[in-house]
């Protein structure tokens, strides 16, 4: 059976109020930006060739609507129509000032995945969420 992958390389406009937040994530894209009335998240994965059973880590910038550096709590993928998540659990490893490098993760088999991730800034956790097809 012939491996497929899935290329995770969006370049999409950021919004205005995006103000000093680390937008940068090199390899010249600012990947893709998930945000709440709160939070905003930029990612992309390491590498950018997302493949069925192989690790990659996400290179992500937290912040808040406010631009201001934010904490990355928790990251973990689900495939809710299987209702399983990873093999493994992913770290978090803080880089500075709002970027996290989250390394261990494994899509170990095509489908739909829910990618979760706790950011806070102050004592409150919000849960913000984005849907990735893996073919």
């Not at 905003?40 to 406010?66: H, K, S, Y």
């Not at 934010?70 to 129509?81: D, I, K, N, S």
């Not at 399983?84 to 095509?110: A, I, K, L």
């Amino acid at each position: 059976m012939r491996r497929r992958a899935a290329l995770l390389s969006f370049l999409l406009p950021l919004p205005a109020w995006a103000g000093d937040c680390p937008l940068d994530l090199g390899q010249g894209t600012t990947g893709l930006v998930v945000f709440s009335s709160h939070y905003m998240i930029t990612f992309r994965p390491d590498p950018l060739q997302i493949e069925v059973g192989a690790p990659f880590a996400l290179v992500m910038n937290v912040c808040t609507r406010r631009g201001e550096a934010a904490e990355l709590v928790r990251v973990e993928a689900t495939m809710p129509e299987h209702k399983h998540g990873m093999n493994y659990s992913p770290t978090v490893v803080p880089v500075g000032n709002g970027r996290f490098r989250v390394e261990g993760m494994v899509f170990h088999m095509p489908g739909s995945w829910e990618l979760g991730f706790d950011v806070r800034s102050g004592e409150e956790i919000e849960r913000l969420t984005h849907d990735i097809v893996l073919k």
